[in-house]
Structures are given as C-alpha cells and as structure tokens.
C-alpha cells in the first residue's frame, strides 16, 4: 500500500551537484492526538531514513514526531561515480521500505 | 387587544415557515469566479504545482495501478477504456440513463465494478475509491469544468441549491452565507473561499491525507454544528452538482492541495 516517489536525474556531469527528492506515504502519527471518543491514538512514525549509493551512505536522517504525514525528503549530492540509489525508509517497529534510483555520471 | 395580540402570533408564524425564511439566491458575478487555490498561501499553491511534491500523486499513482490491475479474473479498467478518460471528470456528476438516479464519478467507478468488473462497489472514501477517482479526475486536469443545466438534471441542481441555501446548525448558517456573501474576508486565521469542488479529492493539509469532497461538505456542516450527512448521500451528490454547475469554467485541479 505504501507508496514510494523519487525524483533523481538521470544524468549527471562528474562533480555537478544534483537535486535528489523523496516522498513516501505515511501516516507520521505523532501520538500527542487523540480521537473523537478521547482514546489516544498510538504513535506510528517512521524512525530513520537513509539513502546509498552503491553501498555507500550518502544522506541519512533521524524522524521525530513533529514531521508531518507522506514526508517529502530534498536533499543535494555530489555526483561522483554512476550507480544505483537505493532509499530506505525506517519505521518504529523496524519494518523497512525501500525502492531504487540509477544515476549515469559522465 | 385580543386582535393584536392573534395578528402579531400569526405574523411570527408566517415567519418562521421554510418559505418565508429561505433566502435569496445569490450569484457571484462570472468575472469574479475564483478556484479555492486563489485564496492559498504561496507557498501551498508551489506544494500543489510541483507535480513531485504534491503528495495527491501518491494517491494518482495508486489509482494508476488499481486502473491496469487484473483482479480476480475480471477485466482490468484500462481494457475498456484503453485510451484513457480524459475529460470525463468535466461532466460529472450525470444522470444516469439507465435508472434515473444522479451519479457523481466515485459511484460511475462503483457502478463500473459491478456491472462490468463482477467486482464489490468500493466503499466511499475506502483507499482504493479515493485513489481510482483522484486518478480518473488528475487525466481532466486543466479542463473547465462543464456542465449545463437541462431537463434531466434540472431537479437535482435545485435539490442541490435548496441545501446550499438553507441554513442549518446550531450556528444557523447556510453556505451561501460564507462562500458567495462573504468570500474574501477572513475567518479566524483562514480566507473564506468560494466554497468551488474543482480540486477534489484533494489533499488538505488539515487531514494530511487525500479525501472526497463528501468528506469536505462532511467537514462544512460539522463547523456550523449542524449533522453531516453520510458519505454518499443522494443530497450531497446533488451539492455536488450544483456546485459544479455554479463552479462552471473553473478548471479541474484534481489532485489539489487545500489547507
């Protein structure tokens, strides 16, 4: 059901600095709220968000309550070497999702 | 004095009918019309452009899947409607031919599914129905929003109308009172808008989440304190149509980021 967007070019000159986005679908609750009938609704966010090329760790970021729903990651790389992106999502309960992205650098 | 007082009960009598207290119906000017993004920050209006940002295209792109998806053994959506449905979100919601009964492009979709699909109807404002009408409606991006008023559809737009102008809640307020009287003006933090369905399903930040525009109505009469209606509800889909019909020209939005 989830669902993953990304935004990576597909070309980049060696040493250009390129634009990478990531969206994913979640309901980032922060479990301050509660619902109608007054129950606490419980916290369900995701944890830690990460992004490799090739193995290597290029951006990594730690989730907090305070972040909204469906949160929409823009981070900036310097393309050094073609290869593969992968983007891995991490939630409280350690489930994982994950999609891929390739890059060419000329 | 007898007489007095019996003239003055029958005049509050009189006052207080449906008749006497239905208010007049008003029209904002054509040259006025405004899409409910005109009264969006800046910075919501970018979140809707950009069609990566605009987390509605999470919905848009399941919908996409559930649309060429095969499901148990019955057709796929696109194996029919091969070249896509764009445009078809301009004319709802439509009398349908067959049984008379006014349909709004979420129960077109259901009516699909079990005629043509041997499938289940969705239920309203269940994630598969949201993501299929927000897909449906995003191919009529940028289209005007058309429909004229004629024979067939005559009795709902004024069924549709009724409810816009009557007033109700505790609060006592129709939703002509905000969204053709007071447009523009301010409401606590927020600017009233014209009250247009054209970006729906939309993504409203309040929800953080996509969501119909039953649920936006739903949302409307909870705030004057009056009992919303059910998702679905036959007099919602006549709203539904006189709001098209009042928002005609506007350009479909869909999936549109409100506040």
């Not at chain 2, 007489?3 to 003055?8: M, N, V």
């Not at chain 2, 008003?26 to 993004?37: F, R």
């Not at chain 2, 919303?228 to 509800?233: E, F, K, Q, R, T």
């Amino acid at each position: 059901m989830t669902g993953i967007r990304l935004s990576v070019p597909e070309t980049a000159t060696r040493g250009e600095v390129v634009e990478i986005k990531a969206l994913i679908r979640h309901p980032m609750e922060s479990g301050f709220r509660r619902g109608s009938r007054g129950e606490v609704i419980e916290r369900d966010i995701i944890t830690r968000f990460e992004c490799d090329l090739n193995g290597a760790l290029v951006f990594a970021s730690d989730f907090h309550p305070a972040i909204a729903a469906n949160p929409l990651i823009t981070f900036h790389m310097r393309a050094t070497e073609s290869g593969e992106l992968t983007f891995r999502w991490t939630d409280q309960n350690a489930e994982v999702w994950s999609d891929t992205a390739s890059i060419t650098v000329a | 004095m007898m007489r007095i007082l019996w003239s003055s009960a029958l005049l509050v009598a009189a006052a207080c009918t449906p008749e006497a207290n239905r208010p007049e119906h008003l029209e904002i000017a054509p040259d006025q019309i405004q899409s409910g993004y005109a009264f969006l920050t800046s910075e919501t209006q970018q979140l809707q452009e950009d069609s990566f940002e605009n987390p509605g295209y999470l919905w848009v792109d399941r919908g996409a899947q559930i649309f060429t998806a095969e499901t148990d053994g019955s057709p796929a959506c696109a194996s029919c409607h091969s070249n896509g449905l764009e445009g078809a979100a301009t004319n709802y919601p439509k009398v349908d031919p067959g049984t008379g009964a006014l349909l709004n492009l979420e129960g077109r979709i259901n009516q699909c599914r079990v005629e043509h699909q041997n499938a289940e109807p969705w239920p309203y404002e269940s994630d598969e129905l949201l993501s299929i009408t927000a897909y449906v409606a995003e191919q009529s991006k940028g289209m005007a929003m058309n429909i004229a008023v004629d024979d067939t559809n005559r009795p709902y737009v004024n069924q549709g109308r009724d409810y816009f102008l009557t007033r109700r809640g505790q609060f006592n307020l129709s939703c002509q009172q905000c969204h053709t009287e007071n447009w523009g003006k301010q409401l606590r933090g927020d600017t009233i808008s014209q009250g247009h369905g054209n970006g729906f399903p939309a993504y409203r930040l309040e929800w953080q989440s996509i969501g119909s525009l039953h649920r936006r109505l739903r949302d409307c009469d909870t705030g004057v304190r009056a009992e919303p209606l059910p998702y679905g509800d036959p007099t919602y889909i006549a709203v539904e149509l006189y709001l098209a019909t009042r928002a005609r020209g506007l350009e479909i939005e869909t999936p549109a980021v409100r506040r």
